[in-house]
């Protein structure tokens, strides 16, 4: 191995796997480093993603799919179930293959891969960053790079040895957990969701289908609702109550900073990407599919800065970040304070009047739209997400 | 609540290493980059925690535990 690269990508993950490999592809020398002992594994959040999002990508692989989806059940609080059928758009992922599979696109394109290396700091050369400090088998080591891109995740810490603000207010940290259950007799082909104060209080609770009969069943809260009621003690309440002798399989923990992108994702030889970035679509918390695209920019712009010799170049991302996605999740997160405030009350007269659309007429057009009677004020920003 | 009085005084922070499951949250929290978090191993740094316990409120699975009397620094 060597001691000096054009890049450096903290973090293995579908971000920094995706920076890794744009970054590559361009012909420029590229390290990612994971700190875990396999890439994909522990994993994070089962987690569904529609089709369009992997298949800008990687080709669909029954490989890496736990089920395929093509239906939503929207459960009110007072037991109303609504079904909203949308075709042939999504998977539930098989996070440890998937995340394998795209680390390796990126070796393929000629990125090199570490494990087990845990960085710990960063190495400086008249204020930019230049290269990061990292463990290995009880050793410490140093490896140089004209570019760090930190993929590091919801507990991102170069950024902050970078002098960028990342820090998560606890408020934004909606603190996941997640089990994965066998004996749960569910539609293969659904994803549902349950809404309410005491189910989820600030957000939804899901239960996917991962194939035969298993499922992964959880939620996420916010900080401000886990200083009275853990997630544990919310997913507890919710399997007592609808499947109280499921074998659970495995229980993950997870946290998706669920808010709007940081004001600044690139410094002096710094880019952030994903979850570091806070890259997640707030609306829905998922990471995935923006943290790749996220880090498809980053690592685009990242090869283009060694190639032309044009260090600044890499200043750019912050703007093609948000012209992309970012200003999107700005709406996206207004439309989250509007529907996470939603009182019980309105989400049972949302799931009757959804049910008084004939179930084949149910598109989510027409969902939505339903959903608006109720709250016109969301009218606007919703316009804005699909007129533009 | 104005626990901010243990910047190298007691910490009153404790985390369960044995149930502890990596996830992060409590150091994306972490206003002062006081926790410190390997593959599976995951510890306070004393001298930099101010007991301001937002840590506990953000760990899904209610693994940290916040201690009035302090617990022993290891
Ligand atoms: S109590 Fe506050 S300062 Fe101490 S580790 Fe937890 S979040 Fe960090
Ligand atoms: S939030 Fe809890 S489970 Fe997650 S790393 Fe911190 S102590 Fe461990």
Not at chain 1, 28 to 50: H, N, T, W
Not at chain 1, 307 to 322: E, M, R, S, V
Not at chain 2, 10 to 25: A, H, Q, R, V, Y
Not at chain 2, 51 to 72: D, M, R, Y
């Amino acid at each position: 191995m060597k001691t000096n690269y054009d890049i450096v990508v903290v973090g293995a993950g579908p971000a920094g796997s995706m920076a890794a490999r744009f970054a590559a592809e361009q012909g420029v020398s590229v390290l990612m480093l994971e700190k875990d002992r396999d890439v994909g594994y522990p994993v994070r959040c089962g987690e569904a993603i529609s089709k369009a999002g992997v298949e800008e990508f990687i080709p669909s692989d029954d490989k890496w799919i736990a089920a395929k989806i093509s239906k939503f059940s929207f459960n009110a609080p007072d037991g109303s179930e609504a079904i909203i059928d949308f075709g042939d758009a999504g998977y539930v992922l098989e996070r440890r293959s998937f995340d394998y599979e795209l680390a390796r696109t990126a070796a393929e394109a000629g990125a090199e891969i570490l494990t087990r290396a845990y960085v710990n700091g960063l190495l400086f050369d008249d204020g930019k960053v230049s290269g990061v400090k990292y463990e290995i088998n009880g050793e410490q080591k140093e490896v140089k790079a004209k570019i760090v891109i930190a993929a590091d995740g919801v507990e991102s810490r170069v950024g902050r040895w970078a002098g960028l603000e990342t820090h998560v207010d606890f408020r934004d940290m909606e603190s996941a957990v997640q089990i994965t259950a066998a004996n749960i007799p569910v539609d293969q082909s659904t994803l549902y969701f349950y809404f309410g104060q005491d189910v989820a209080p600030n957000g939804y609770f899901w239960v996917f289908p991962k194939g035969h009969n298993k499922a992964n069943i959880g939620l996420g809260v916010s900080g401000l609702i886990g200083k009275k009621k853990s997630a544990q003690s919310y997913l507890d309440d919710f399997m007592n109550k609808h499947y109280p002798n499921a074998p659970v399989l495995t229980k993950i923990a997870g946290g998706v900073p669920c808010s709007i992108t940081l004001d600044k994702i690139s410094g002096p030889g710094i880019m952030l990407v994903g979850d570091a970035a806070r890259q997640v679509n707030p609306l829905s918390g998922g990471g995935i599919a923006s943290g790749m695209i996220g880090g498809k920019i980053a690592g685009t712009i990242a090869g283009e800065a060694i190639k032309q010799n044009k260090l600044d170049h890499i200043l750019t991302y912050d703007k093609a970040w948000n012209d992309r996605l970012g200003k999107r999740h700005e709406t996206f997160n207004r439309i989250k304070e509007g529907i996470y405030n939603f009182s019980d009350d309105k989400f049972n007269s949302i799931a009757h009047s959804i049910l008084k659309i004939p179930i084949e007429k149910r598109t989510l057009g027409k969902v939505f739209t339903t959903a608006l009677i109720n709250n016109p004020s969301l009218l606007v920003d919703i316009a804005k997400v699909f007129v533009v | 609540m104005n626990y901010r009085q243990a910047k190298n005084g007691k910490l009153m922070i404790e985390i369960l290493p044995d149930k502890c499951d990596f996830c992060g949250c409590c150091v994306g929290v972490c206003p002062e980059d006081a926790i410190e978090l390997k593959e599976a191993e995951i510890f306070i740094i004393d001298e930099r925690c101010t007991n301001c316990a937002k840590c506990v409120w953000s760990c899904p699975i209610e693994v940290i535990h916040f201690n009035k009397e302090g617990v022993l620094a290891k």
